[in-house]
């Protein structure tokens, strides 16, 4: 448990490790590593992999917005159903269930804001037990699961000391 | 004033310069240099230790503490060293808050030893013990360590040096530059030379929260030891606060006293920005701290892998965040290895006679750094031994390749 715990935290912050990195650092064999993480995706619990881009710099200005969705809970299954149903639109890129004056918090990308709008006024708004929906439009990134969006903080130490 | 010379402290002026100012000299004029060579994380103090300070400052903390340090602090730092050691100490009358531990050493040392009495320094060590035992009149003695051994002191060493004269033993585990820890029983084996001796020691602890095989033993925590040990600690390494300045002694209120009235004529006391810092550190700091040191185990891993792969023998340190490997393949001396390390492949280490003559033949890279940098270095120092092995190596290095 405690090896699995290491190689989840190690991924988390740096998806670019390789089997042998981690089993050095780790002080186990590689074939271990190699096993263990085969495992854990196999059994969900390591969904994917992705890098985190900063967009804007790169020169595209897409759109994203935090969506605060009110939902009518259905008997037996409560926010589930609605949850899953709205996480499969491709423009979600996150659904949340809250704790809170609303239910559903969902992360919704778009090439411009009118688009995304429409998918608020068109999709998202019209399902059925959707109640009303707040949308809030993301104006300037700073942090992102970890990572800093202004140039990267210098050595500052000095080269050489005792 | 043409002889400016004449005029000066010719105790201080025989001091020779420190051997890593000299090599820091070299490094600053080379450009795109990866730096083995530090002596401090390579993390920030973290985020919620900053924000303890700048609320304190907002709230107007900026005159003189006690010159004990402040109370809250005193009483933080007694609860630690009870939770973490099995150390009791009173904080009224048995803890020192000083400007780092460097002051520390400097206060332990005055506060004990006269001219001629000697202060035994096990070897390679950190710097300043032996300048420091001099500026005090006292005699340094070095305690030859050894790699075979792991670097640590042994007490037949201990017994072989110690004289009449001898009054002080510096015990600096987890040790810098070596990154060698005493265990135990390794500690347990010198009490009844220092008892019967009749030594005090002064054990500078600051790296002991980096340790990485078992729990760091603290030698006042054995029968008998508590009074005659001056434990010294800090924040420096554990909590990434070099810049901030602040340690602490504990120990006997006698000593405590003798060494807060050196401390209150020449520091008055440490700053309260520092002061607050540590506090805060020690009350919240425990989850980051731990985070700090599995990072470094984890590069200290990949550091002895590369380095068993470019065929420079080391052995395992388990403390500090250093590691100490044998350059004697190359068949250069440290400082020739080091510069010319510097020259041909852009990598600073510092080499190993900065820490004393035993320290010669190795060279100290510390892995308190990124692992890119860490990896890269690693690339650059095996072409530079790749290129300068030597026809022949010796005997005594093939011996260490297989510990």
Same mark, same amino acid.
């Given at each position: 448990?405690?090896?699995?715990?290491?190689?989840?935290?190690?991924?988390?912050?740096?998806?670019?490790?390789?089997?042998?990195?981690?089993?050095?650092?780790?002080?186990? %064999?590689?074939?271990?590593?190699? %096993?263990? !993480?085969?495992?854990?995706?196999?059994?969900?619990?390591?969904?994917?992999?992705?890098?985190?881009?900063?967009?804007?710099?790169? /020169?595209?200005?897409?759109?994203?917005?935090?969506?605060?969705?009110?939902?009518?809970? *259905?008997?037996?299954?409560?926010?589930?159903?609605?949850?899953?149903?709205?996480?499969?639109?491709?423009?979600?890129?996150?659904?949340?269930?809250?704790?809170?004056?609303?239910?559903?918090?969902?992360?919704?990308? #778009?090439?411009?804001?009118?688009?995304? =709008?429409?998918?608020? =006024?068109?999709?998202?708004?019209?399902?059925?037990?959707?109640?009303?929906?707040?949308?809030?439009?993301?104006?300037?990134?700073?942090?992102?699961?970890?990572?800093?969006?202004?140039?990267?903080?210098?050595?500052?130490?000095?080269?050489?000391?005792? | 004033?043409?002889? @400016? &010379?004449?005029?000066?402290?010719?105790?201080?002026? =025989?001091?020779?310069?420190?051997?890593?100012? &000299?090599?820091?000299?070299?490094?600053?004029?080379?450009?795109?240099?990866? +730096?083995?060579?530090?002596?401090?994380?390579?993390?920030?103090?973290?985020?919620? !230790?900053?924000?303890?300070?700048?609320?304190?400052?907002?709230?107007?903390?900026?005159?003189?503490?006690?010159?004990?340090? @402040?109370?809250?602090?005193?009483?933080?730092?007694?609860?630690?060293?009870?939770?973490?050691? #099995?150390? *009791?100490?009173?904080?009224?009358?048995?803890?020192?808050?000083?400007?780092?531990?460097?002051?520390?050493?400097?206060?332990?040392?005055?506060?004990?030893? +006269?001219?001629?009495?000697?202060?035994l320094i096990p070897e390679?060590?950190?710097?300043?013990?032996?300048?420091?035992?001099?500026?005090?009149?006292?005699?340094?003695v070095s305690l030859t360590t050894t790699a075979d051994n792991e670097f640590r002191l042994t007490r037949e060493e201990l017994a072989a040096r110690v004289t009449?004269?001898s009054?002080?033993l510096?015990l600096?585990y987890?040790?810098?530059?070596?990154?060698g820890?005493m265990r135990?029983e390794d500690l347990a084996d010198l009490v009844d030379v220092i008892i019967d001796n %009749?030594l005090?020691v002064?054990?500078?602890?600051?790296?002991?929260?980096?340790?990485?095989?078992?729990?760091?033993?603290?030698i006042?925590?054995?029968?008998?030891?508590?009074?005659?040990?001056?434990?010294?600690?800090?924040?420096?390494?554990?909590?990434?606060?070099?810049?901030?300045?602040? /340690?602490?002694?504990? /120990?006997?209120?006698? !000593?405590?006293?003798? $060494?807060?009235?050196?401390?209150?004529?020449?520091?008055?006391?440490?700053? !309260?920005?520092?002061?607050?810092?540590?506090?805060?550190?020690?009350?919240?700091?425990?989850?980051? $701290?731990?985070?700090?040191?599995? %990072?470094?185990?984890?590069?200290?891993?990949? @550091?002895?892998?590369?380095?068993?792969?470019?065929?420079?023998?080391?052995?395992?340190?388990? #403390?500090?965040?250093?590691?100490?490997?044998?350059?004697?393949?190359?068949?250069?001396?440290?400082?020739?290895?080091?510069? &010319?390390?510097?020259?041909?492949?852009?990598?600073?280490?510092?080499?190993?006679?900065?820490?004393?003559?035993s /320290?010669?033949?190795?060279?100290?890279?510390?892995?308190?750094?990124?692992?890119?940098?860490?990896?890269?270095?690693?690339?650059? @120092?095996?072409?530079?031994?790749?290129?300068?092995?030597?026809? &022949?190596?010796?005997?005594?290095?093939?011996?260490?390749?297989?510990?």
């Amino acid at each position: 448990m405690e090896l699995e715990r290491k190689i989840l935290k190690l991924y988390e912050k740096d998806a670019t490790l390789n089997h042998q990195q981690m089993a050095i650092m780790l002080g186990v %064999d590689e074939k271990t590593v190699t %096993d263990t !993480i085969a495992r854990l995706e196999k059994e969900g619990v390591i969904l994917g992999y992705n890098a985190i881009i900063n967009w804007e710099k790169w /020169g595209d200005d897409g759109v994203t917005a935090m969506i605060d969705v009110k939902v009518v809970p *259905e008997r037996e299954v409560g926010f589930d159903s609605i949850a899953e149903r709205v996480s499969r639109y491709p423009e979600v890129r996150c659904v949340y269930l809250m704790s809170g004056t609303y239910d559903l918090s969902v992360v919704v990308q #778009g090439e411009t804001m009118k688009d995304v =709008a429409r998918f608020v =006024a068109e999709k998202l708004a019209t399902l059925e037990h959707v109640q009303s929906t707040t949308s809030h439009f993301v104006l300037k990134r700073y942090k992102q699961d970890n990572f800093l969006f202004n140039d990267k903080e210098e050595d500052r130490r000095l080269v050489v000391s005792p | 004033m043409s002889n @400016m &010379k004449k005029y000066l402290n010719p105790r201080v002026a =025989a001091i020779p310069p420190s051997g890593i100012r &000299k090599f820091f000299d070299l490094v600053v004029q080379t450009q795109g240099v990866i +730096s083995l060579g530090v002596g401090e994380p390579d993390f920030v103090t973290p985020w919620h !230790i900053r924000e303890a300070c700048f609320y304190s400052l907002e709230k107007g903390y900026t005159m003189y503490t006690s010159n004990l340090g @402040m109370p809250e602090l005193r009483q933080e730092i007694a609860a630690y060293m009870l939770r973490t050691y #099995g150390l *009791e100490y009173d904080p009224e009358t048995e803890i020192l808050v000083t400007v780092g531990v460097s002051e520390a050493v400097d206060l332990a040392i005055r506060s004990l030893v +006269s001219v001629g009495d000697e202060v035994l320094i096990p070897e390679p060590s950190y710097v300043s013990y032996l300048p420091v035992s001099d500026l005090a009149y006292a005699k340094s003695v070095s305690l030859t360590t050894t790699a075979d051994n792991e670097f640590r002191l042994t007490r037949e060493e201990l017994a072989a040096r110690v004289t009449s004269q001898s009054k002080l033993l510096v015990l600096p585990y987890p040790n810098n530059p070596t990154g060698g820890i005493m265990r135990r029983e390794d500690l347990a084996d010198l009490v009844d030379v220092i008892i019967d001796n %009749d030594l005090i020691v002064v054990s500078d602890e600051i790296y002991s929260e980096l340790t990485y095989a078992g729990e760091h033993v603290s030698i006042a925590s054995l029968p008998g030891m508590r009074d005659r040990t001056v434990v010294l600690n800090g924040f420096s390494k554990a909590f990434a606060m070099t810049g901030w300045r602040i /340690g602490y002694a504990c /120990g006997h209120a006698d !000593i405590i006293a003798t $060494m807060n009235k050196i401390h209150q004529y020449t520091m008055l006391c440490a700053p !309260i920005m520092g002061q607050v810092a540590a506090m805060e550190a020690l009350r919240h700091g425990k989850p980051a $701290m731990r985070k700090m040191v599995e %990072d470094y185990n984890y590069r200290r891993r990949v @550091m002895l892998q590369g380095l068993a792969d470019i065929g420079l023998a080391c052995f395992e340190p388990r #403390g500090a965040f250093y590691v100490f490997p044998s350059i004697q393949v190359t068949g250069m001396n440290s400082e020739e290895f080091a510069e &010319k390390l510097l020259q041909e492949e852009k990598v600073a280490v510092v080499p190993g006679n900065a820490f004393g003559p035993s /320290g010669e033949g190795f060279i100290r890279c510390c892995y308190a750094a990124s692992l890119d940098n860490i990896e890269e270095a690693l690339q650059r @120092m095996g072409r530079f031994v790749e290129r300068h092995r030597s026809q &022949k190596p010796s005997s005594s290095t093939a011996a260490a390749c297989r510990n």
